[in-house]
């Protein structure tokens, strides 16, 4: 089966409105099989893992912190439909970026570049910073909890894996930028591609909390 993929973050103003920010992109689905083949049957071919070789050959993917050169761009991604669709209110958006300086000095901005150009945005926190505005988590100290939040802008980008790998990128960043022991994610519980990306990354759901979570 083919999913968009989308996740479902905390609920507050701006970047967090309606909980709805995420990657956009296209995940298949499919059974892990032996040799390194996936049988995608509803198009009765067989697809190959990605090897090594593969992976070493793909354009790479980096993180650059958010500039007010970026807001432009950022807010042109944000006004369009396949991101609009999640995040709703975009001047609520623009103004935690631009009060990133100030009263959401806590959020850490990055734009994703694939081979040099802009493809996507993504942010992390400290889940005690924002424990005030959400409430899907209980946290009693600064440094133990951390969150994330990702979409890919460009449109000609989607369906090409971006998903997984900035995911994993964003994980490896919070994880040396901060010595995080956890960082947990909150998908909507129906969004299974989303879901599937977590999971490729190491993620695991937690049935009594109901968010995803990986721990050091």
């Not at 070493?56 to 993180?63: I, N």
Request: aromatic content about 10%.
């Amino acid at each position: 089966r083919v999913f968009v993929l989308k996740t479902y973050a905390a609920t507050r103003g701006g970047l967090h409105a309606a909980r709805q920010s995420g990657i956009l992109g296209i995940i298949r689905g499919g059974k892990r099989r032996r040799k390194g083949v996936a049988r995608h049957k509803c198009r009765g071919r067989q697809k190959r893992f990605a090897t090594k070789e593969d992976i070493m050959q793909q354009p790479k993917l980096t993180l650059h912190p958010l500039t007010d050169e970026d807001l432009p761009l950022l807010e042109t991604w944000l006004r369009r439909p396949h991101v609009l669709k999640w995040y709703e209110d975009t001047d609520n958006w623009l103004a935690e970026l631009r009060g990133r300086g100030g009263e959401f000095c806590w959020l850490h901005h990055y734009i994703a570049r694939l081979a040099g150009k802009p493809a996507g945005f993504c942010q992390y926190y400290d889940c005690w910073d924002a424990k005030a505005l959400e409430d899907w988590y209980k946290v009693d100290a600064p440094g133990q909890l951390y969150s994330i939040d990702y979409l890919i802008g460009e449109p000609a980008l989607l369906g090409q894996g971006l998903g997984k790998r900035l995911v994993a990128l964003l994980t490896g960043t919070v994880r040396r930028e901060t010595g995080a022991k956890q960082i947990i994610v909150q998908p909507d519980e129906a969004n299974l591609a989303s879901c599937g990306v977590l999971l490729a990354n190491g993620y695991r759901y937690d049935e009594a909390r109901g968010y995803y979570s990986k721990t050091w």
